[in-house]
Structure formats: C-alpha cells, structure tokens
T-cell receptor, first 114, second 112 residues
C-alpha cells in the first residue's frame, strides 16, 4: 500500500508565478490536510479537505492560496503570484474517514521562490 | 488555546549517551500525542504515538516516550544515542479538532 504521495518534491518559482502542489492520499483515505513548514519552524495547519469539500481553511492565508480535492485525482494546493515569503516545505497528510486523529504524512514539496 | 512547547531548541549529546527531549502541551483533556523525526530536507517519520493505555510507549529506532498527565508532558527518550539519530525532532498533538499542532522542534547534534 503506497503511502501519501506528493509532487513535485522540489519546485522553484519566480516571484509572481503560480505554484501548484499535488497530493495523492493513501489508498482508501478520503480526508486530506495541508500543512506548511516555514524555515526553522514546526508545521502549521493550513486546510482540511474531504472529497469535493473544504471543511476547514482557517490556516490558509486569505489571499493567493487555494486548495481543492476533486472527486477524481489528487488534491491540489495552489499559490498564485508567489512571493519570497511563500518559500517553505508544504506537507500533505491523509486519513481514513472517521480517523482524523491519525494522519499519515507525505514527503513534502519544497517550494523556493526566487 | 492549545499549544505545544519544546523548550530545547538545540541539544548536543555524545554518541552512546542517553537522550531526553522535552515536550509539554496545553489542552484540557488528554490529546493524542506524537513524536516525529525529520532529517534535513526530508519528510516526517513517525517515531511513536500515544492514544490511550500504557503511558510508556515504545517506538521505532529504540525510542520511547512517557505520557505524564500531571505534568502535561510527553518526553522522548533513548538510552544510547547513535550518530544517525542526529536530526530534528517534533512533538505534535491532536486535540480533538483534527488539526495537528506541532512544537517548534529540537535539533539534535551527536558528537562522535
């Protein structure tokens, strides 16, 4: 059973470009969570999604960030018009329905904005 | 508000010495508790977790942690550290809201 998959693992974008980060949850998991790790910090919750629904986006910056988890395909975290401060590691986690307390983390995508 | 504190930002130990990394949390009830390890540029690896039951939890790589309700602590221990244990260690809690709350991490350096 493959774990949580994220791609790309590394992403370099120039200021003003868009970044798209993908997350494929573990097989059988219908809940996805995104976390951001700024340099020298712990992970911070961004958003919680179920298939076709955003359940909680309280940790998402109000502008330029969006997330989706379509009926088919991976979850996408989208950052528009990236700025240097968006440089971070973005981790996705997934869990089965009803087991939100046990999340399995992917390897992360390291975004560098130049 | 729920929070996790890892008071030690950096810890240096000699190879073969014992290790204890501290973690304190703030939450009214007993949360679910986790310890993760992260090597530079890598993802998170789960070392161990506590949900309920025996308060001494065994994990991978020879690590263990003890939940102490009275102290709101979940300290990570290893009797004999190996050079390969050098990494950053994160304590995390899930306090009934599906949001994992992470500490700021403790960076472990191991001297040969």
């Amino acid at each position: 059973n493959a774990g949580v998959m994220q791609n790309p693992r590394h992403l370099v974008r120039r200021r003003g470009q868009e970044a798209r980060l993908r997350c494929s949850p573990m097989k059988g998991h219908s809940h996805v969570y995104w976390y951001r790790q700024l340099p020298e910090e712990g992970l911070k919750f961004m958003v919680y999604l179920q298939k076709e629904n955003i359940i909680d986006e309280s940790g998402m910056p109000k502008e330029r960030f969006s997330a989706e988890f379509p009926k088919e395909g991976p979850s996408i975290l989208r950052i528009q018009q990236v700025v240097r401060g968006d440089s971070a590691a973005y981790f996705c986690a997934s869990s089965p329905a009803g087991e939100d307390y046990e999340q399995y983390f992917g390897p992360g995508t390291r975004l560098t904005v130049t | 508000a729920q929070s996790v504190t890892q008071p030690d930002i950096h810890i240096t130990v000699s190879e073969g010495a014992s290790l204890e990394l501290r973690c304190n949390y703030s939450y009214g009830a007993t949360p679910y508790l986790f310890w993760y390890v992260q090597s530079p540029g890598q993802g998170l690896q789960l070392l161990l977790k506590y949900f309920s039951g025996d308060t001494l939890v065994q994990g991978i790589k020879g690590f263990e942690a003890e939940f102490k309700r009275s102290q709101s602590s979940f300290n990570l221990r290893k009797p004999s550290v190996h050079w390969s244990d050098a990494a950053e260690y994160f304590c995390a809690v899930e306090a009934g809201t599906y949001k994992y709350i992470f500490g700021t991490g403790t960076r472990l350096k191991v001297l040969a």
